[in-house]
């Protein structure tokens, strides 16, 4: 990409609101294609074919398992299994899982840090 189009990361950190409206529309994307589980944590065989849905090439859907896998399990402790979220932590683990696969797939992709 030329220089003049290409996109950094905001410079400025999203405020907690912020992560939270965008986290509760990932978490209503992720019911919708029914990538979570009963206590409304995302799961790796929906994360997957969410961000894998359409791509044929074998090196970026290995990306998106790794990514996926890696990001489920730096929020694993941030749920309960014996408890529903309630839907500001469904928020926020959602944004933070979204962050967190953008980043490796970015990296994977060649465009980390736009």
Do not use: W
Request: glycine share 10%; proline share 4%.
């Amino acid at each position: 990409m030329p220089a003049q189009r290409r996109r950094n990361k905001r410079e400025v950190p999203f405020t907690h609101d912020e992560k939270r409206i965008a986290g509760c529309l990932l978490q209503c994307v992720y019911r919708k294609v029914k990538a979570v589980d009963g206590y409304g944590f995302p799961t790796l065989e929906g994360l997957v074919g969410l961000y894998s849905d359409g791509v044929n090439e074998r090196g970026y859907f290995m990306a998106v398992l790794e990514a996926s896998r890696e990001c489920l399990m730096r929020n694993h402790d941030k749920f309960s299994r014996t408890v529903p979220m309630d839907n500001g932590r469904n928020c926020d683990v959602s944004f933070d899982i979204f962050e967190c696969i953008s980043d490796r797939i970015g990296e994977y992709c060649g465009t980390s840090g736009l």
